[in-house]
């Protein structure tokens, strides 16, 4: 008797340490002020309670008849009051740009058959600069840190690469160090890979595409397989931190492109290795590249395309998961 009560108090306290994997994640889901337009593959990063998002137009938003926004306008979502507001001008048209954000300055990266990178001070609402990635390439996922550009992956013209013709994929991490002005290459991601996703936490990059993820090491310039989540991110699109958990967000049921999204919150608990899926489901499917932020207790989610439509049908919503365990 003493044997068995012993074999099942080590299975309890072994299980309770490993992994699981629940339906445990509840939210409220919230609907925001509309964005001022459809958008997906746009830039835009969240700094002191408000979202900054670099759009092409503002129809749903009342501006002035004498406002030209040839080349797209810098549009701010306040959290805290529910409004968007435009307030710049983009320079020079950047359309399928990716960004980041280094203190207080965001940074445009590439684009459809772009190599430009554009500079925005949300302190003074003012673009500082422009200058040039190697060559052009897009559908990158780019980091920071150190006060260095990290861009990673993508899509590049063949003859941009040194290839005769074609659209090549690409492996590449470029570091740009902005003190500097410098560029150099940085040790190639695990295989060739466009449309890759990341997050940063505690200055470590969780890059990932498909159902596979691997963290880079920015100050040692090292890649390695993240474990706990290798084969468990149900070909989640889009991911922030919030509370020292991963939220990924929409979950495929396939590696295609024409599959239907699961409509899914997924969190992975770095410290404890839990990873949840929610009980309820998100109001629909979105897929290329919208922006899902973490702030306070919730997690935003914006933009994209819906994947229930054929065609380049562009989301302008904005919808809050008010997590609620």
């Known amino acids: 008797m ?36 459809g958008a997906y593959d746009f830039g835009a990063e969240i700094y002191k309670g408000k979202i900054y998002t670099f759009l092409e137009s503002t129809r749903n938003l009342k501006t002035s008849r004498n406002t030209n926004y040839r080349n797209g306008v810098v549009c701010v979502y306040d959290i805290s009051t529910n409004k968007w507001e435009a307030i710049n001008e983009i320079p020079k048209r950047q359309k399928g740009a990716s960004s980041t954000i280094i203190n207080n300055k965001i940074y ?45 992956g993508g899509y590049a013209n063949g003859r941009d690469v040194g290839q005769s013709s074609g659209v ?38 969780y890059v990932w595409s498909k159902n596979e993820m691997f963290k880079y090491n920015p100050r040692k310039d090292t890649w390695t397989i993240f474990k706990p989540l290798m084969n468990k991110m149900q070909y989640s699109q889009e991911g922030t931190v919030l509370n ?15 599959a239907k999204s699961t409509k899914k919150l997924y969190s992975y608990d770095i410290k404890s290795g839990r990873f949840d899926a ?3 489901d998100l109001i629909y499917g979105r897929k290329k590249n919208y922006k899902v932020f973490g702030y306070n207790n919730s997690v935003y989610i914006l933009g994209g ?15 809050e998961l008010q997590i609620k365990n």
Do not use: C
């Open 2 to 37: 003493k044997t068995i009560l012993l074999l099942l108090l080590t299975l309890v306290l072994s299980s309770s340490t490993l992994p699981v994997s629940d339906t445990l994640l509840k939210f409220d889901i919230h609907k925001k002020a509309l964005m001022p337009s």
């Open 108 to 152: 445009l990266v590439g684009g459809y058959d772009s190599d430009l990178i554009q500079v925005y001070n949300i302190d003074t609402n003012e673009w500082e600069e422009d200058f040039k990635l190697p060559f052009k390439f897009h559908f990158t996922t780019v980091e920071s840190y150190n006060n260095k550009l990290f861009i990673i």
């Open 168 to 205: 090549q994929i690409l492996d590449d991490v470029h570091i740009y160090n902005t003190s500097t002005k410098e560029w150099k290459k940085g040790m190639p991601y695990h295989r060739k890979a466009s449309g890759l996703n990341s997050l940063k936490y505690k200055n470590e990059f």
């Open 244 to 258: 020292n958990k991963f939220y990924f967000t929409n979950g495929i049921n396939s590696g295609s492109e024409l």
């Open 278 to 280: 929610s009980i309820d």
């Open 305 to 319: 395309k819906n994947d229930e439509y054929e065609g380049n049908i562009a989301i302008d919503d904005l919808i």
